[in-house]
């Protein structure tokens, strides 16, 4: 079935740091989604991208939809503790998301 | 507007047990989705409907059936719980208008433990 790698698994960055996490695949899809998940809550959405090349921000969030379809990428600027979590990326086409594995975030404040 | 809604939050079944996970969305979405979510393996598509009346098969829904007899209700049934279904299972809604079909909204969760 259809795959997304998503990168890095975990990261510990320090308060006010910026982050950039990825997640790539061999299929090409038509939407691709971030979702940033607490412990014991469901996934929550973040940004959604639906045109190949296109940039969109959400306060300090910023992801963008690969040319080639194939890839994504999440940038967070200036974390805040408030930040952590596991984010994932997803990535959908014909009604159905596909998952990566999710990136786990811990803020040192 | 609740969103998408899901009962019961914890559930513990002994091997063999059957019952029935609900999931309700009050944003009249077309498209209702279930997944199951276990340690470092993301979320993996269980069954979902593009709309009432029409159901079909994810990723892994063996051990799962599904039905969609109104546009709010999608349940998810276990008819004989096996440890291996002991997860946490995740209910999601979508509409195409006005972000798109795949752009799903996702419920709390129900955690299960089947021992």
């Known amino acids: 079935g259809q795959q997304l790698n998503q990168s890095p698994q975990s990261m510990f960055i320090q308060e006010g740091e910026d982050v950039s996490m990825n997640c790539t695949s061999s299929?090409?899809?038509?939407?691709w989604l971030w979702y940033k998940q607490d412990p014991g809550e469901g996934p929550v959405l973040l940004i959604a991208l639906y045109k190949a090349g296109e940039l969109t921000s959400n306060g300090r969030l910023t992801a963008q939809f690969g040319i080639t379809r194939k890839d994504s990428f999440l940038n967070i600027s200036a974390s805040i503790p408030s930040d952590v979590g596991i984010y994932f990326c997803?990535?959908?086409?014909?009604?159905?998301?596909?998952f990566g594995k999710g990136t786990l975030l811990t803020v040192n404040p | 507007n609740a969103g998408v809604t899901q009962t019961p939050k914890f559930q513990v079944l002994k091997t063999g047990q059957s019952m029935t996970l609900q999931c309700a969305q009050d944003m009249n979405h077309e498209y209702m989705s279930w997944y199951r979510q276990d340690p470092g393996m993301g979320l993996r598509l269980i069954h979902y409907?593009?709309?009432?009346?029409?159901?079909d098969q994810g990723e892994v829904p063996n051990g799962y059936n599904v039905s969609r007899s109104t546009t709010e209700d999608f349940p998810l049934r276990l008819l004989s719980a096996a440890p291996s279904q002991t997860s946490v299972y995740f209910c999601a809604s979508s509409s195409p208008y006005p972000s798109s079909r795949e752009t799903q909204y996702f419920g709390p969760g129900t955690r299960l433990l089947v021992l």
């Open positions: 997803a990535a959908g086409s014909n009604y159905k998301l596909t």
């Open positions: 409907s593009v709309g009432a009346g029409i159901t």
């Open positions: 299929s090409i899809f038509n939407t």
